[in-house]
């Protein structure tokens, strides 16, 4: 027998259908839940009817579609699989290289079971947490993932739970962490059933992508335990070592607990149990502190967040062209950078043109490692028009250079597939909404924020087109062409380089000096006993080294002679008195 | 020469008619801001000309509006009044006994200046703070205040700004303090045209009188200014010596630095520049502490906020037919009273069934004179059908121990106009929206809400009628009743005790202890050296009292004898070692 249980408080009447048989459900409880006890093995289609609606829906916390978001559910039991990593702790992650994937590009087959092949290619880099894109169940045949509907459900089409389970596994025998990214902010906007169920959204809050989810208003605790389970079966079930949570800035919640400190505070407690570290990842957009101040301080308790604005920062020396447009607006100076090096965030309260309004607080008294830094991510790359990736933009010698700044700066550094060898594919934007209208509003949307950096509507690939999909793949081969090859090689030995620094390894942002030149173009920051000098000018530049110094990596061919080193333009010299 | 200065990012066009000329304004500059420089002395009407619009519209800053919410403004010069109070520093908060009141019912004139000849009577009645409901601009002849749209300007039926500089100049003679309700949350529906101007609100979040106030979109910056300024305004220009900011839980705000934040930490800067005490007050929904903790403790710097679990727990407890009517279905049990004394929050973290969710959090390390608790106030009685107060519903003799409670409990009381003598009116809803529309859907509005409390629309008066307001406003005829005399001498008595008593005024919770029995339905606070014993049954009760102690007020004849005292029923006894 399978205890069947439905959390939904909206219909009067709840009926479950098993494989071809209709049972009536008892319920609701007070918490509004519906039970039904029934023979049903391991593999049984089933879903539920709702009231006198006709349509047999899928349960919202169904562990299997194996035939997409409008299908049946599947029964599933994770205790069917048999791991080989009962003595995995995880790394810590002050000391974290993240290698972000995304499973249907990863490789040709897009399956879990074909990135596993890789994981002695990414150890070998010197990764050590492998970040997932989303895998939950998403509509259509390609996706990146954000527009998931079914949030317990692995997508059938990577290999679904018994996949990622092998994935994670082989990891974990590789020395590898998973850390995975969830959407808790919002539904997709098909196949999305749970408004059938109960109030797991609300109309008080707007987000981009429709009504905000029900953090706070009536039912919420159900729609929090919702999330709270989704999070533990990731981690307990999937033996995930931590979750990157998708713009938690969209997560409005007014309640005297957050959603969020409350997920830290879970968290913490599960890791406890199970003898496992587990981190949590904010995507936010809040530039604020609080967001990954300890619960005990008053904050929300995450590990880390992402550092958009080290990324802009970058970008807009980088690529000179697209300073002033959009977000890019905002910076352009070498002054930026060195603030985000150490301060984290550019914007701590000061104004903001592309916001129109003051944005931020500082980060006071926090570790650096409570900050992802990256020049490349699925949405840097992807969210670009042609979905070119930063080589593609810049070229070799300015990648190189960036890619170093990322390794050895003082926050948690991350990497997007294909970066370490500077892939010769884009990452385009993909998705497969299986509904005209969905798929046409979501191209004037994509036109209309590509309009403010000036894109050209020409340029845009159709999301839609399974070709844009296949045209995102990367494409392996690249490794035996030279210029692949060497940039692998560069990013191989930054990442060694950082593994092996006490120095770099340093969190605290009162021990990193910034220097700079706007005027020549070159950065110079000092990490106890590494220095890095880049230089993105048309001239060499000439800087006094430290005492017992030695240049232990170089872009280009950097010189030390009598105390002075020279950096060629366009290149990055890493100095350090710490490592043969 | 006036200089005119302007926010109105939104026309490409404006211009400001000052008596009948117009005159073209310059502008918008970066932040929106458009400049005239015009012949204009005090007392001058003007008005703005957007664009194309043929409509003259008020200034949204406007200082005075004596033709009303649609009338022209009028310009007012703060430098023309002489204040008496040169030497006023204002008490301390945590030692106050509030008094709310409403200028327009406080007395028959309806006026500040008839409101004044009432403050000696304060004054020996024992109030520090005189709390005064929003006195900004409104539409109608009549109303709460809290669909307030001239934020700025005093209400001309009111007496304008010169007639609040006599009441608070005069308060400040006779030593008490003035605190002002203010509307942060919303504008009202009638005669707000500040959307002609800028992006005062937001369509992101809808509050439950419509969208949200814009505090963390584009131009918000100015959009907190306004209210900076508004807050700024009222404790420079006009002496007042602390703010009660309405439904703060309606502020939707995701900045790193939240508006509540900001505006704790300009007044308290304000503070040290005017040598005054300045205070701000929330009322807030969310049961959540960071309101109250200090900004250097992660929160919102408050100073207070009222505390309605305590009301709802002491009110199911002397009306018991109205328990599990509403939002007293969560209350009911001598529990909850006992719970709000001594933590304030009943609600703290547990399951609300009128909620349908878990609400709140504990209060840990904060004073009990961070909350404010009452029996009576504007809410409480005029959002009844009938706007009937506590006695007219339970009696003199349960109305006695009500008070007495409020008095002598450990967070900061609070009295509503009249409570203090038992007064004979109503405190009804009363406004006059000059919209029929507006009018009808109020009424629903009401008629819905009143129908969770089982209250007859039969019941209720029409909030448009004139004769509703009419009928709110004090007798103060009804002191030359003996029963009226009675409750004023009472509550005399306790205010007396409460402010000569050094454990009536100790915050820390610590120091309270409560017992009570359900069963026989009384309560004990002890409160270092004073103890308070509450009756509610229907049968003397008798407890141990400690030794040394003395009855030192009683609404009954209680007696002590051997170390017993007896308290008879509906009725409440105070002892003390501490007061002759």
Chains 1, 2 share one sequence.
Request: hydrophobic content about 40%; overall charge negative.
């Amino acid at each position: 027998m399978h205890d069947f249980s439905l959390w939904a408080p909206r219909p009067t009447k709840v009926a479950i259908r098993v494989g071809d048989q209709t049972y009536a459900m008892q319920g609701p409880d007070r918490d509004g839940l519906w039970k039904a006890s029934v023979e049903a093995p391991t593999g049984t289609e089933y879903g539920f009817l709702l009231d006198d609606d006709p349509v047999v829906y899928p349960d919202p916390r169904s562990l299997l579609q194996p035939r997409g978001v409008h299908g049946p559910s599947v029964l599933y039991d994770h205790r069917d699989f048999q791991w080989d990593d009962s003595t995995w702790q995880g790394p810590p992650f002050g000391g974290a290289v993240v290698y972000e994937l995304h499973i249907g590009t990863f490789t040709a087959e897009g399956t879990f079971d074909a990135a596993l092949a890789r994981l002695p290619y990414l150890f070998d880099l010197g990764i050590t947490h492998v970040g997932l894109m989303p895998v939950a169940e998403f509509p259509g045949d390609c996706g990146w993932g954000y527009d998931g509907v079914d949030l317990f459900a692995v997508s059938h089409r990577y290999g679904g739970p018994d996949g990622l389970k092998r994935f994670v596994n082989s990891c974990h025998v590789h020395g590898l962490a998973v850390i995975l990214d969830v959407v808790y902010n919002h539904f997709g906007p098909v196949g999305n059933y749970t408004a059938k169920f109960g109030p797991y959204v609300t109309d008080r809050h707007h987000t981009p992508w429709g009504d905000a989810i029900n953090f706070e208003d009536s039912g919420s605790d159900q729609v929090r335990q919702f999330f709270f389970d989704n999070a533990t079966m990731w981690m307990r079930d999937f033996h995930i070592d931590g979750l990157r949570l998708d713009a938690i800035h969209e997560i409005v919640d007014r309640s005297a607990v957050h959603f969020l400190e409350q997920l830290a505070a879970n968290v913490d407690n599960l890791s406890s149990t199970l003898g496992r570290r587990l981190v949590l990842i904010a995507e936010s957009d809040l530039n604020n502190p609080q967001i990954v101040k300890p619960i005990e301080a008053g904050g929300f308790g995450m590990d880390a967040q992402w550092s958009d604005d080290f990324h802009h920062s970058l970008f807009t020396l980088l690529h000179v062209d697209e300073r002033g447009k959009g977000y890019y607006d905002d910076f352009g100076e070498f002054e930026c950078l060195a603030k985000s090096l150490k301060e984290m965030f550019v914007y701590d309260g000061i104004y903001s043109s592309y916001r129109n309004r003051r944005h931020g607080r500082p980060v006071d008294g926090l570790s650096a490692h409570h900050f992802i830094g990256f020049i490349q991510n699925h949405d840097q790359v992807g969210n670009r028009a042609t979905g070119d990736r930063l080589e593609h933009i810049v070229g070799m010698a300015r990648t190189k250079v960036a890619l170093a700044i990322v390794l050895t700066a003082p926050f948690v550094p991350m990497l997007f597939q294909g970066e370490e060898f500077a892939a010769s594919t884009p990452f385009l934007y993909f998705a497969n909404h299986e509904d005209p209208e969905m798929a046409r509003l979501v191209a004037e949307g994509r036109k209309r924020e590509f309009a403010a950096f000036g894109w050209d509507e020409a340029q845009l690939s159709n999301p839609e087109d399974y070709e844009t999909f296949q045209r995102s793949q990367l494409n392996w081969a690249d490794l035996n062409q030279a210029k692949h090859a060497e940039m692998l090689d560069w990013t191989k030995r930054l990442i060694h380089l950082r593994r092996n620094s006490i120095s770099l390894n340093d969190g605290d942002r009162g021990h990193v000096k910034v220097s700079f030149s706007d005027e020549q173009h070159w950065l110079r920051m000092d990490r106890g006993q590494v220095n890095i000098f880049a230089n993105l000018g048309d001239a060499p530049a000439s800087f006094e080294a430290d005492a017992d110094q030695h240049i232990v990596l170089a872009s280009d061919n950097a010189t030390l002679a009598e105390g002075m080193v020279v950096v060629p333009a366009n290149s990055i010299a890493i100095l350090s008195s710490e490592l043969q």
